[in-house]
């Protein structure tokens, strides 16, 4: 039986996204480890379905377009009522694997590291020199911090970091331990529907004691088409309202219950200041709506923070910390500062800003 299930959820893969539609599914087929493909299609109204058939590949057709977080739980679901696997990839459609062995190398990773639930790999830019993400950090504000965007890929260091979360469009999963933490079949948050879930489900790794991971060795291409605009209303909604969602599942948490609730004033503050209405209705509905998972776990996620007159100054002026936060985009954390760290796994700036 086949250790691996790559999952490649699609949304009119074809209309948008041309010949790198072809790419995309092509990639997945010639990595060098046994593995079973999935395409998921979301519902798509253009000729997607009609092209996938054209490849030896599994096919899971919904009967809407259910988003990245329904399309992936309900794909996961189907497949393991009739089949197991020890590890999932999942890849979006608008991304095309270049190194043929890196889910070779991941799964070995796996199989050594037993602290390690989630790991993807640098992502890059399609002229693939440039990088695109090699995953992020999450500070007290929940945003996320994008690590080497822009760099060329000869500049990240031969080196593993662990992060707070792994960007969804191409990172591997460890099922048993998905299991063992409550977080299986459906992976994701179901509520969230679009943006932040890949947030949401490293903080609940970390808050369970299992860790994110980023291996310093190429991936592929990451073309970011983009389903949903990130300037449009939708996309601006849910990113507001999915993190307040966040905030929510952990700040009762003491010592830090305080210094959540004073951040989170800080973000209604500068949306209310700019009069970002969908991103001030995406704050209200994420205090008052229901989500489904709760973070039952041990430990907070693994977080930056400043300290909590840091905090109070943040309320006026915001400079400072993202001079902090450019520190950050360029970071690692090793074991050394897991270990270092008072409160699991909260990682003060200052800890990191000296090295």
């Known amino acids: 039986m086949k250790k691996v299930a790559i999952l490649i959820l699609n949304y009119n893969g074809y209309k948008k996204l041309g010949s790198y539609f072809f790419r995309c599914i092509e990639s997945a087929k010639n990595i060098k480890y046994p593995a079973d493909i999935y395409l998921i299609d979301n519902a798509s109204t253009d000729k997607s379905i009609d092209i996938i058939e054209r490849f030896d590949v599994n096919l899971i057709s919904h009967d809407k377009n259910y988003g990245f977080v329904g399309g992936f739980n309900l794909a996961i679901k189907k497949i393991f009522q009739y089949k197991m696997y020890e590890f999932l990839v999942l890849m979006n459609n608008d991304y095309i694997i270049t190194n043929n062995e890196c889910v070779s190398d991941m799964i070995n990773f796996f199989d050594k590291n037993k602290k390690v639930i989630s790991l993807q790999c640098i992502n890059s830019k399609e002229n693939k020199k440039d990088i695109s993400d090699v995953s992020g950090f ?180 915001m400079r400072r910390w993202m001079k902090q936060i450019e520190i950050l985009s360029t970071s690692f954390i090793t074991d050394n500062e897991i270990k270092e760290s008072n409160l699991p796994f909260l990682i003060n700036i200052k800890r990191i800003a000296k090295k």
């Open 138 to 317: 999450i500070d007290i504000y929940f945003n996320p911090i994008i690590r080497f965007a822009g760099y060329k890929i000869f500049e990240y260091p031969d080196k593993l970091s662990y992060v707070s979360f792994n960007v969804g469009a191409f990172f591997a999963l460890d099922v048993k331990k998905l299991v063992s933490i409550g977080r299986f079949p459906q992976v994701f948050e179901p509520y969230y529907y679009w943006d932040a879930e890949d947030l949401e489900v490293g903080f609940s790794f970390w808050s369970n004691g299992y860790y994110c991971a980023v291996l310093p060795i190429e991936g592929g291409i990451h073309l970011e088409e983009g389903t949903l605009k990130r300037k449009s209303f939708s996309r601006q909604y849910l990113i507001s309202r999915n993190r307040v969602f966040c905030h929510r599942k952990i700040w009762k948490k003491k010592p830090l219950n305080s210094s959540l609730k004073v951040s989170l004033l800080r973000n209604l503050f500068f949306e209310l200041k700019f009069k970002r209405k969908e991103r001030i209705r995406g704050i209200f509905d994420g205090l008052t709506k229901d989500f489904f998972y709760k973070f039952n776990g041990e430990y907070y996620p693994l977080l930056i923070t400043p300290d909590f007159k840091d905090i109070l100054n943040h309320l006026l002026v």
